[in-house]
C-alpha cells in the first residue's frame, strides 16, 4: 500500500512562532487531507487538497502532487494549537481509502 | 448541521464478550468508513460501506470482526469474543459519494 510520511515528529513552539509540517507519499493520489486530533481525539478536517493551494485564517496548505508531498504551514501559532496533525492519503487504486502518516505532534507554549 | 455521532463513547468489555459499536453518519453522505487508531498500529482502514453494501472489508482484522450498515445510514460494527487486542479508538467516518471525509468523536474500546 502507498507510504506516508510525516515530517518532523514533534515540534515545540513558542506562540506567536511560524512552522510548516511535511507530509511525503510514497504514489500519485487523486484524496488527500489534513487533520488536527485535538485533546479529545476529535479529529478535525483542516484541508482537503489533493492538489494546488488553500488557506483557512491562519493555516494554509500547499500539496505538489507530481513530487508526492504536501506542506501545512501554522503562522501566528496559539496555545490552541497544541495537538497531533495527520496527513492522510487515498490509495491510488481506491481513493476512498485513507492511509495516515503517524503524524507531527505540535506544542505551542505561551 | 450535525456531525457524525458515535455510541458508546466508551466502552469497558472483558475478554470474550461481543460488542456493537454504533455510527450515525452525516445525513445525505452515502459512503461510510471505519477505521481504528491503537497505540501501536496508528490510524488504519477497516471497512467502506456505499450505501448498503461494503465493497472493501479488506482492512477487518479477522473474521470476528463484522459490520452492516442499514437503510443508507446507520452502521453498526461488532466485535465477537473480544480480545485485549482490539482496545483502540474505533472511529467512523463518512462523506458524499467520495471526497472529503468526516470523523466521529469515536468509541474508545477497552478490553480487560
Known amino acids: 500500500g502507498i507510504q506516508v510520511e510525516q515530517s518532523p515528529p514533534d515540534l515545540i513552539l513558542q506562540e506567536g512562532a511560524n512552522s510548516t509540517l511535511r507530509c511525503n507519499f510514497s504514489?500519485?493520489?487523486?484524496?488527500l487531507q489534513w487533520f488536527h486530533q485535538n485533546p479529545w481525539g476529535q479529529l478535525i478536517n483542516l484541508f482537503y487538497i489533493p492538489s494546488g493551494t488553500k488557506q483557512n485564517g491562519r493555516l494554509s496548505a500547499t500539496t505538489v502532487a507530481t513530487e508526492r508531498y504536501s506542506l501545512l504551514y501554522i503562522s501566528s501559532s496559539q496555545t490552541t494549537d497544541s495537538g497531533v496533525y495527520f496527513c492522510a492519503v487515498g490509495d491510488p487504486s481506491n481513493d476512498y481509502k485513507l492511509s495516515f502518516g503517524a503524524g507531527t505532534t505540535v506544542t505551542v507554549r505561551a | 448541521g450535525a456531525g457524525v455521532s458515535q455510541s458508546p463513547s466508551n466502552k469497558v468489555t472483558e475478554k470474550g464478550k461481543d460488542v456493537e459499536l454504533r455510527c450515525d453518519p452525516i445525513?445525505?453522505?452515502?459512503?461510510l468508513y471505519w477505521y481504528r487508531q491503537s497505540l501501536g498500529q496508528g490510524l488504519e482502514f477497516l471497512i467502506y460501506?456505499?450505501?448498503?453494501?461494503?465493497?472493501?472489508k479488506s482492512g477487518l482484522p479477522s473474521d470476528r470482526f463484522s459490520a452492516e450498515r442499514t437503510g443508507g445510514s446507520v452502521s453498526t460494527l461488532t466485535i465477537q469474543r473480544t480480545q485485549q487486542e482490539d482496545s483502540a479508538v474505533y472511529l467512523c467516518?463518512?462523506?458524499?459519494?467520495?471526497?472529503?471525509?468526516?470523523f466521529g468523536p469515536g468509541t474508545r474500546l477497552t478490553v480487560l
Open positions: 460501506f456505499q450505501g448498503n453494501s461494503a465493497p472493501d
Open positions: 504514489d500519485s493520489v487523486n484524496n
Open positions: 445525513s445525505g453522505h452515502t459512503a
Open positions: 467516518a463518512s462523506s458524499p459519494v467520495a471526497g472529503e471525509q468526516f
